[in-house]
């Protein structure tokens, strides 16, 4: 457990899928659930009553936004059944597990965000994340309940499939908290620059920017020293370039 990857659910709208998912874990083993937002507020006594006594309720974190419930985690990986138009890794659940093993086993803590039962996750959650978890569902009839993928995924963690090939683990990653940092300092400047022009595709050039560096995989000094390059151009901004000569 102590390795296990932590499962959010953002945004869940029924106590009772948020209780199916509590017990589904509890069977596989893990107990590291997050809400965010849930519609009903919490505790949710349906989501007692459903979860039938399973111990992962009594540690259940849950936070209002996003940021605070990524806490601790250096890799995110979103489930979604759309691509969304953005460069992601699209990976089933059996890969994603294996995957995120060997990053634990690295030294990493990664989560697994689902999205709410009405419109799943927003574009913004997406372009922060690693890579995407789609399950190899029937195109012709493909919604998943909210608790059915929280259990096809907390299956494959317990069934402890081979590490994938690709997988290269880095030393000291940045984590969540430093990349949303990171993030918001870059794209601050960019405003004050002018960048996001014109405003109505403000949040597709935010996720852009976002899944990009996202894919660059930044350990903590590099998200330190890449916001001390953002610092470094915006404080030298409207200066004049002084020439010495010897």
Same mark, same amino acid.
């Given at each position: 457990?102590? @390795? ?6 953002? !945004? ?16 596989? =083993? ?10 009903? =507020?919490?505790?949710? #006594? ?8 399973? #111990?992962?309720?009594?540690?259940? !974190? ?30 089933? /659940?059996? !890969? ?18 689902? =999205? ?5 996750? #927003? ?24 608790? !059915? ?19 290269? /683990? ?14 918001? @300092? ?5 405003? %004050? ?5 014109? /405003? ?23 998200? %330190? ?11 030298? %901004? ?9």
């Amino acid at each position: 457990m102590l @390795h296990a990857p932590a499962f959010i659910l953002h !945004q869940p709208q029924m106590g009772e899928n948020i209780g199916a998912a509590a017990r589904v874990m509890a069977n596989f =083993g893990l107990r590291d659930l997050r809400l965010i937002d849930p519609r009903d =507020g919490w505790p949710n #006594p349906k989501a007692e009553n459903v979860a039938v006594g399973s #111990p992962v309720l009594a540690s259940v !974190q849950v936070e209002y936004t996003t940021a605070p419930a990524m806490a601790g985690l250096t890799r995110l990986y979103a489930t979604t059944a759309r691509p969304r138009g953005m460069e992601k890794r699209v990976l089933t /659940p059996r !890969q994603a597990m294996a995957e995120i093993r060997a990053a634990h086993e690295a030294g990493e803590r990664a989560g697994v965000i689902f =999205g709410g039962e009405k419109a799943g996750l #927003p574009n913004e959650v997406v372009a922060d994340a690693d890579a995407i978890i789609t399950l190899p569902v029937d195109r012709e009839f493909w919604s998943l309940n909210l608790a !059915q993928t929280v259990a096809c995924c907390a299956y494959e963690w317990r069934a402890g499939d081979e590490v994938s090939n690709d997988f290269e /683990p880095i030393r000291e990653p940045a984590s969540k908290e430093d990349m949303d940092r990171l993030f918001v @300092h870059f794209e601050t400047e960019l405003d %004050r620059a002018g960048f996001f022009h014109p /405003p109505e595709k403000t949040p597709l050039m935010i996720n852009n920017l976002r899944s990009a560096l996202v894919r660059g995989r930044f350990t903590e000094q590099e998200a %330190r020293t890449f916001r001390g390059a953002i610092k470094a151009l915006a404080l030298g %901004r409207g200066k004049a370039r002084i020439v010495r000569e010897d």
